[in-house]
């Protein structure tokens, strides 16, 4: 799959950070990620982002104001920032992380899809640092 495919099965737009993660995949930049490419990024990608600190990390910056859980506004406003996703994509995607279907996503919800989803926790911890430099520049 090419750039394009990658970001659609991510159901993201194309980005910085799309393409940063792809790149991580093709090994031999030839713009297309193979089987084999896409298994060993797989394995290359769930170990090191799937850590707890890396998504408490990622749970204390979608749950801007401390509620102690994130809200579908919190998760639309940061992914219309980052990726200029609209707010009906966001809903999908927080409809899938909200397993219990109470309308909020909690800590253990989204520990257990960056488990299944690891290109995710990648994607959004290569944001947060953008989010994070991009802070520090306005400090
Ligand atoms: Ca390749
Ligand atoms: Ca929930």
């Known amino acids: 799959m090419n750039l394009k495919d990658f970001s659609s099965y991510l ?3 194309v980005s910085d950070a799309v393409k940063q993660v792809f790149d991580m995949y093709d090994k031999d930049n030839d713009g297309f990620i193979d089987f084999k ?5 797989l394995c290359l990608l769930s170990q090191p982002v799937n850590t707890e600190d890396t998504i408490k990390l990622a749970f204390k910056i979608f749950d801007k104001d401390k509620k102690g859980f994130i809200s579908l506004v919190d998760l639309q406003s940061i992914l219309y ?5 609209n707010p009906v994509e966001v809903e ?5 992380i909200d397993t219990k279907k109470d309308g909020c996503i909690t800590f253990e919800e989204l520990k257990s ?4 989803r690891p290109e995710y926790a990648k994607i959004f911890l290569i944001l947060f ?8 520049k306005t400090e």
């Open 129 to 136: 640092n953008d989010l994070k430099s991009m802070r520090s």
């Open 113 to 116: 899809y960056a488990k299944q």
């Open 11 to 13: 159901s993201l737009p």
């Open 37 to 41: 490419e896409f298994l060993i990024g």
């Open 92 to 96: 999908v995607l927080f409809n899938k």
């Open 81 to 85: 920032t980052a990726f200029k996703m």
